[in-house]
Structure formats: structure tokens, C-alpha cells
């Protein structure tokens, strides 16, 4: 089956101090013709942000913006009137819809690090809203735990698409079986932590590998091992 795999190296990466981006996709100052994308998801940054910085006030339309906190404390405001901290475990997404305006900064003493992930939308110009969840490591252990998904519900955030994120967290030795919905027929995975073998790939920390035309994935944990795994609409 096809894939495209993207190793920690060869990232494209923005340094300018008090923040350090590392994209898989393109992004910014990174153009890269052969990672434009993966279907409908175009944005996979994986963000260190130094204390007492952050991103300003700025603006967003139609495109479901999702943050995936991995470690320290960030503060959101915007537009909507939201005023609130998210902090390690936590996701947070944004329908942007037909616009807003938010911003984001460091509040804690630690580099904060998280995940900023962005998805077209299904419908164009609907209502902005904001949503987050807590998912906290210790209840997730040996489990692919859905935090976003297209279906309505008090356990994870819902998302204007036909896509679903979920985070792994198993010990060494653990193997799944990931059946996607059949719409989709596409999987991107971006290992935080460990060692993976998907598909008979070998992926190694901060590597992330894309795959498509198939309707299962088989994973196995080398090693302890923390990962994303995002189901989004793809053609290739």
C-alpha cells in the first residue's frame, strides 16, 4: 500500500528564538511540493513555545484549527469571549468558520509544547466555536483514546468534518488493529514518543508516516510509545 514516510530530520523547520516549529507539512516558510498535504488535512506543526511568549491577536476562516497540548500551560483568548488555560493533556478546536481572532501564550514557567493541527472543513462559513477536552495520560494507558471526531458527544471534541484524531499510549510489546472509516481511506501518524512498526514500517520518534488505499493499519510498540493518529477525507 502507499505511503510517504517524513523523518524528524527532514522537517521543515522556523527558529526564531521563543519559538521553534517543526512542520511535516507544508507550512509558512516551508514549501514543499511533495508534503502540500494529506487530503484534507494541511497543517501538522509540532510547536515549542518559551515562557512569557506566545502568537498575538490574529484571524482565521473556515478551516477546524485543533490544538493537542503536550506539555506546559498556554492561555487562549478570542474573539467568541473565551478567556481560558489549557494546559498538558488537554485539546482544545477551533471552527473558525466565517472568522475570528484569537491569541495564545506561555503563562507557565516551562516550554510549552504542543501540536497545532488544521483541517478544511465540510461546511463553509458556519458560526465560529470553540471546544476543549481534558485527557489525562493515566486514564489513556494501553489505549487509542478518540479526542476528536465528527460525531457529536461529551467525551471528545467535535469537528465540522469527516475526520477523527485519537492518541496512543502503550507499553512496549502492544500491538492494535486500526479498521478506517471506509470514506476516508487514509491515516496519518506522528509518533511523540518510542517506537513504532506500522504497516511493517519502522517509524522512530518525531517521524510521521501517511497512509492510504487501505482499510486497516497495523501497529506495534516497540517501545513505549505515545502517538496521534489522524483519519481525514483523502484522495490520492
Known sequence: MPHLLTSAASRGL?????LQSNFSLSFG?????ARSGFGLLRVFNDDFVQPGNGFGLHAHANMEIISVMLAGRMNHKDSLGYSEEVTT???Q???AGSGLRHEEHN????EVNFLQIWIEPKL???TPRYQRRHFPAEKRRNLLTTIVSNEEGTAHCWINQNAKLALGYFDAG???TYALNPLN???????????????GQAVAQRESIGLWETAEVQIACSAESKFILIEAPINH
Open 124 to 126: 463553509q462559513n458556519v
Open 185 to 199: 481511506k487514509g491515516v496519518f501518524i506522528f509518533l511523540m514518543e518510542g517506537e513504532l512498526t506500522v504497516n
Open 14 to 18: 522556523k527558529d526564531i528564538g521563543w
Open 174 to 176: 502492544q500491538q492494535l
Open 89 to 91: 493533556d488537554w485539546v
Open 107 to 110: 503563562i507557565g514557567d516551562d
Open 29 to 33: 516558510p516551508y514549501a514543499n511540493p
Open 93 to 95: 478546536i477551533m471552527s
